[in-house]
C-alpha cells in the first residue's frame, strides 16, 4: 500500500496525502484517489497522469519539451513544493533506463542542498567561487 507522502502513515486507499497531513498543513489540496493504469499505458498517458496529480497536489512542475537539447538522461519531471524537489523518469512497464538516465538519478537522489541563484556575465569570479 503507498505510503502518505508528507510522513509515513500507509494509507488504505491510494491517497496522496493522508487525512492527518491534509488537517495538519491546513492546505486546500484535494484528497486524490489515484485510478490505475492499464498495464500497456504509453508513457505520454503515463506522464500526463502524474502531471495531474502533482498540479492537483499543489506541485511546481518543470517537464522538459524538447528533450534532445537537454544532458542526456535528465529526469522527465522535476517537482517542487514547500522543501522538497522531486525528479522522476517515467517509464512504461516495460520500459528501461538508459546509463545516463540511471546516472542523473543517482547524482540526483545523493543532493542534500540545493542553491538557486539569478546570474549575469558580471557574476562570473561569483559563480566561480561557488563552483570550486
Known amino acids: 500500500m503507498p505510503n502518505c ?3 509515513a502513515y ?9 487525512d492527518a497531513c ?21 508513457e505520454s498517458l503515463f506522464q500526463a ?8 497536489a ?10 534532445r537539447k537537454s544532458a542526456p538522461g535528465w529526469p522527465d519531471l522535476i ?9 522522476l523518469e517515467l517509464k512504461t512497464m ?3 533506463l538508459s546509463d545516463a538516465q540511471q546516472h542523473w538519478l543517482e547524482i540526483l537522489a545523493r543532493v542534500e ?3 538557486a541563484r539569478m546570474c549575469r556575465p558580471s557574476d562570473l569570479a561569483e559563480i566561480e567561487r561557488i563552483l570550486r
Do not use: F
Request: a neutral charge.
Open 5 to 7: 507522502d508528507g510522513c
Open 10 to 18: 500507509e494509507q488504505r486507499l491510494n491517497r496522496i496525502v493522508c
Open 22 to 42: 491534509y488537517e495538519q498543513e491546513g492546505t486546500v489540496r484535494k484528497s486524490l484517489t489515484v485510478e490505475p493504469l492499464s498495464p500497456d499505458a504509453a
Open 49 to 56: 497522469r502524474v502531471i495531474k496529480i502533482a498540479e492537483d
Open 58 to 67: 499543489g506541485w511546481d512542475r518543470w517537464h522538459n519539451t524538447n528533450p
Open 79 to 87: 517537482l517542487v513544493r514547500g522543501p522538497r524537489m522531486v525528479a
Open 94 to 96: 516495460t520500459g528501461r
Open 113 to 115: 542542498v540545493v542553491e
